[in-house]
């Protein structure tokens, strides 16, 4: 921690106490007094010493007993030492167990009168209270009981002692207390004091200003002490001397105390985890002395990088900001901290690159800066490493974790040159590029985790070298290219090997022996195959074990299920492995057991042991669901047997597995009912029984599934209504009865807003619900799929419909739909949606897709204008109805339309132009209404073909082969700029019409008429020639068809 503070206290007042007393020495020839002797022995009674550590406390001259100081002038006892030297956690952690002192401490500790000095920590007194009498110990100037297994209340008489410089009771995992702080204010000569896990909860706000009262303070620790309220309200502090601060763990809930940067004697500063917000005080950087600061946990402390560490940082060595609001770049100036060896930022909100002055910090041991959203490249070359007395990069470095970020660009050389580099962490990046070879000389690596990357190229085979190195993970990588044993030749302390999900290919010979014993090996989607791996039956230690989607094949041979007694996880999925699973098959209890997507045939195989997870699904087993699987499995949390050929009911004993998130049963040939039983699972986050054979009512008791995200029953043969006590699934997001025999009324609770909250899916097809569609089901606020097509509803579709507020906007950002998520496993989401005139699933985008589908059903009335609201709507088919009115103008406002059936009702007028402007459609179906007038066949309309506009016998034109008339081919757009001149056009030709039509009648009687009666002759051949032409005029008629004008 730091404390020189506290060593330099320690020093001094054993010297100033002791006056060179005897410690442990046997060459002292002082003699200690008769009755000192006599106190120290009535001590010792008092004490329970199993191990007779006390052995010594015999012979006549007590200054040579094991822990007694004596004054060298005197010899009265001044001191007593019998500390546990052996803490825990060190090398001598099993002779810890040994030295356990315990029983009474005697009052006879005050015929001592000249005892300056007592310590009695890391003993084991049982919980007993810390004895009132030593408050009168006047001369104790040092006092230390912590961890001693002391509990109850601090006694106040302690602040008698006037002498005492040196008090830590801290409590470690006992539970002392106290309920008045006043009597701290006594020790006026006090300069360190620990209460460290002591808790003062009940000492109200003054403790900080008792504390000021103390002139000598210097070294202050109140760890997870239970304190709270402000620390920013104390704008003077008297604290001038104070060296170390320690008030981490508390809950103070303040903003941060900006007079900690006015402590110019400050060395040691740790308020990590205590609820401070705020800006931290840029002084900090300042204070000449510091060499420790730690302000990590806080999580809402907030400052600009950039401005923090471009402050002075003299002397500063570690400095701790983990999971705070730190943002903005890194300055090129943390290269100026020297001294730093410790620099920790982790979960930050830091941004850019990282400077490559930090070649200057030639101290640095520990440099993390994981989890904050870098997005810069490692810097190609570091500044300063000459300056560095080994001329080497970076040379006391030891931990370099960067992980979680979005750093970019190539690995740099440099990086495979730091020569005391055990662990590094580059995980969760977007480094590309090749891992450098020079990582192969990192010869005191053990930890190297560089997954999750986009890393291209070989694996380097002199990586294998590495024979330090416990941890090797590549994982989730792009790399490719060929894995031999060279790869791992000196790897024997290999413990992790992670090399999945790269395109990796395995070339091992088959009598190869792995120089390595791991615990975790996790090769998934390398290609170990064709055959199973015979390596893998020297691997006695392997624990974790995935080799899924590894292109292996065939039977497993006998010798491996011989080892999986040791795995706690198993994962053979997505593979080709045939033939039986052992029934029953050796695991280790509550092992996860992954053996889906594969071929194996057989009985469902149950493990041994109880086990927390089993996922057969997608694989040829037969038979029936064991009656007893709750009592080999009662602690299972996630069971999937879909896609395989079970047969036969559900036990009604998987009710008993009480703490099942995950039931997947779909896509079997189960028969029966649904059990009730099932509704005791009350943490059931997703069950799944769909595509089944399952008939029955619904059972009420699946309505205390109050967890349950997902529920599928499609596709069986269930039948009655849907009970009231589903209304209690508050927390569905999937509810899909669809392909059932349910019938009633959909209840209109279902449209309860505030109860559905996240209620996103209703699939009802294919039942035989009756009524009217409940308005109320435009108050879900998530929905973005409703179908309820191939039902019996009357009525009219909503116009609340057009109000559903996830369809109103385009979705842009995906969301996988996963429930029940437990160690890695989860129900993933899927959905059947019929788009485009054919079914589709959707999995993985799902929750892009909107849709309402409420085809074939008896539903009339006007198409809703609102509909149009919906511009984020992908699908609308209301197909199969009695739905009349036009359709509307502004449809083109839904812009995301991707599928659209309004086919089989009685819409009518014509298709508004403006759905050429709908350039997302794929898929229209507008055949069988009662539209008509020319089809705008522009735009994005002419890509469909005359099949969806069929059956409306009033459109024509393109792509039908009705051929439009010329006056019911004018535009809307001639129509509307000739339509004032109508009027004025039609009296025109009016009049003109009937004058010309008289003037012609006028000429053609009278001229001839008054011809012809001025000579005889002329008329009686005119008459005669006119004779012969109506003669002929009859003949043609009889001999030809009339001519017809279009």
């Not at 410690?23 to 009755?35: H, L, R």
């Not at 053990?446 to 986009?454: A, H, K, S, Y």
């Not at 794929?922 to 055949?927: C, D, E, H, K, P």
């Amino acid at each position: 921690m730091g404390r020189i503070s506290i060593i330099v206290l320690v020093i001094v007042v054993l010297g100033s106490v002791t006056r060179n007393a005897v410690y442990f020495c046997d060459s002292q020839v002082v003699n200690c007094s008769e009755s000192d002797i006599k106190a120290l022995i009535e001590f010792k009674n008092g004490l329970n010493d199993p191990e007779d550590l006390l052995y010594s406390w015999k012979s006549s001259n007590c200054c040579q007993w094991l822990g007694i100081g004596c004054d060298n002038s005197s010899g009265s006892v001044i001191s007593i030492d019998l500390h546990n030297p052996y803490r825990r956690g060190s090398d001598s952690s099993k002779r810890y167990v040994s030295w356990n002192l315990s029983g009474e401490i005697s009052p006879a500790l005050l015929k001592l009168e000249s005892l300056k000095y007592l310590d009695l920590s890391f003993n084991k007194f049982q919980h007993i209270t810390i004895p009132k009498f030593l408050g009168s110990l006047s001369n104790l100037q040092y006092l230390n009981l912590s961890n001693s297994g002391f509990s109850g209340i601090i006694p106040p008489e302690l602040g008698n002692l006037s002498s005492l410089q040196y008090l830590d009771v801290s409590s470690g995992f006992t539970s002392l207390s106290v309920d008045n702080f006043q009597w701290i204010q006594g020790l006026k000569s006090l300069k360190h004091l620990e209460l460290s896990q002591v808790d003062l909860s009940l000492v109200g706000s003054s403790w900080f200003d008792i504390l000021q009262k103390l002139p000598f303070l210097t070294d202050l620790y109140l760890s997870a002490c239970g304190l709270s309220g402000s620390l920013s309200s104390y704008k003077l502090v008297n604290l001038t001397s104070l060296a170390a601060i320690d008030l981490s763990f508390n809950t103070f809930q303040s903003t941060f105390p900006n007079w900690l940067a006015n402590i110019t004697s400050l060395e040691y500063a740790d308020l990590r985890y205590c609820n401070l917000n705020g800006r931290i005080s840029l002084g900090l950087s300042e204070l000449p002395s510091l060499t420790y600061l730690n302000l990590a946990g806080n999580n809402n402390l907030s400052a600009s990088s950039h401005k923090l560490f471009g402050g002075s940082w003299k002397n500063i060595k570690v400095l701790d900001f983990s999971s705070n609001n730190l943002h903005g770049k890194l300055p090129d100036t943390i290269g100026n901290m020297t001294f730093l060896t410790v620099f920790r930022l982790m979960s930050n909100k830091l941004n850019g690159g990282i400077p490559s002055s930090i070649g200057k910090l030639c101290n640095l041991v520990q440099f993390d800066l994981s989890g904050n959203n870098l997005t810069g490249s490692l810097p190609e070359k570091l500044v300063g490493s000459q300056s560095c007395t080994s001329k080497t990069v970076l040379p006391s470095l030891v931990r370099l974790w960067l992980s979680n970020n979005r750093l970019v660009g190539k690995l740099p050389e440099w990086l495979g040159h730091i020569p005391n580099l055990t662990e590094l962490w580059l995980n969760y990046n977007l480094l590309e590029g090749p891992i450098p070879d020079s990582f192969g000389t990192l010869k005191n690596l053990t930890d190297l985790g560089i997954g999750g990357n986009r890393l291209n190229g070989t694996l380097p085979e002199n990586l294998g070298q590495l024979s330090e190195l416990t941890i090797f993970d590549v994982s989730d990588n792009q790399l490719t290219g060929i894995v031999t044993e060279a790869h791992f030749m000196k790897l024997t302390k290999l413990r992790i090997l992670h090399l999945s999900s790269n395109s990796l290919i395995f070339n091992i010979s088959s009598n190869w022996i792995p120089p390595f014993q791991v615990g975790n090996l996790d090769l998934g989607s390398c290609n170990l195959g064709p055959s199973f791996p015979v390596w893998l039956q020297h691997q006695k230690m392997v624990e974790l074990l995935d080799i899924s989607n590894a292109t292996i094949s065939g039977p497993i041979p006998q010798w491996f299920w011989e080892m999986t007694s040791n795995l706690s996880l198993l994962n053979l999925s997505l593979n080709l492995l045939t033939g039986q699973v052992p029934n029953p098959f050796e695991i280790t209890p509550f092992a996860d057991i992954d053996l889906s997507n594969n071929l194996f045939e057989g009985q469902i195989p149950l493990p041994s042991v109880e086990i927390e997870l089993l996922d057969l699904s997608r694989n040829k087993f037969s038979g029936t669901i064991p009656p007893n699987i709750s009592q080999l499995m009662p602690y299972l949390v996630f069971i999937s047997l879909s896609s395989n050929n079970l047969s036969g009911e559900i036990p009604k004993s998987i009710g008993d597995m009480l703490i099942l998130q995950v039931i997947d049963l779909s896509e079997n040939f189960l028969t029966g009912s649904i059990p009730s039983s099932i509704g005791n699972c009350s943490y059931l986050k997703a069950l799944d029984l769909g595509y089944n054979n399952l008939f029955g009512p619904l059972p009420s008791s699946l309505g205390q599934l109050f967890q349950l995200q997902s529920l599928h029953l499609n596709n069986n043969n269930i039948s009655g209504e849907i009970p009231v006590s589903f209304k209690n699934l508050t927390t569905l997001q999937t509810l899909d009865f669809g392909d059932n025999k349910l019938s009633g009324t959909i209840p209109s609770w279902l449209g309860d807003g505030l109860t559905f909250t996240s209620l996103s899916i209703i699939r009802l097809r294919s039942n035989a619900f009756f009524g009217v569609i409940p308005a109320k089901l435009s108050n879900l606020t998530s929905l973005q799929v409703l179908d309820l097509a191939y039902n019996n509803l009357t009525g009219s579709i909503p116009a609340s419909f057009g109000h559903f507020r996830t369809m109103e906007e385009e979705k842009k950002t995906n969301k996988f739909l996963q429930f029940g998520f437990y160690r890695g496993a989860y129900y993933e989401e899927s959905l059947g949606v019929n788009i485009k005139g054919s079914f589709r699933k959707y999995t993985k985008i799902l929750s892009l897709v909107t849709s309402i589908d409420l085809s074939e059903n008896n539903l009339s009335g006007d198409f809703p204008a609102e509909i149009t609201n919906l511009r984020g709507l992908v699908v609308l088919n209301i197909s199969g109805n009695q739905i009349s009115g036009h359709i509307p103008e502004n449809i083109s406002n839904m812009h995301q339309l991707s599928s659209l059936d309004l086919s089989s009702n009685k819409l009518s007028s014509v298709i508004p132009p403006s759905m050429s402007l709908l350039s997302s459609l794929g898929y229209m179906n507008l055949s069988n209404n009662n539209l008509s007038g020319q089809i705008p066949y522009t735009g994005h309309l002419s890509t469909f073909e005359s099949a969806s506009f069929a059956g409306n016998s009033g459109l024509c034109g393109a792509p039908l082969v009705v051929k439009c008339n010329d006056e019911d081919s004018v535009t809307d757009f001639n129509q509307d700029n000739k339509g004032d001149n109508k009027e004025i056009d039609a009296e025109f030709i009016g009049k003109w019409f009937y004058l010309s039509i008289g003037l012609g009648f006028s000429f053609g009687i009278l001229v001839p008429f008054l011809i012809l009666a001025m000579k005889k002759t002329w008329s009686e051949v005119y008459f005669a020639f006119v004779d012969k032409v109506v003669d002929t005029l009859k003949s043609e008629k009889i001999g030809k068809r009339p001519i017809k004008f279009y």
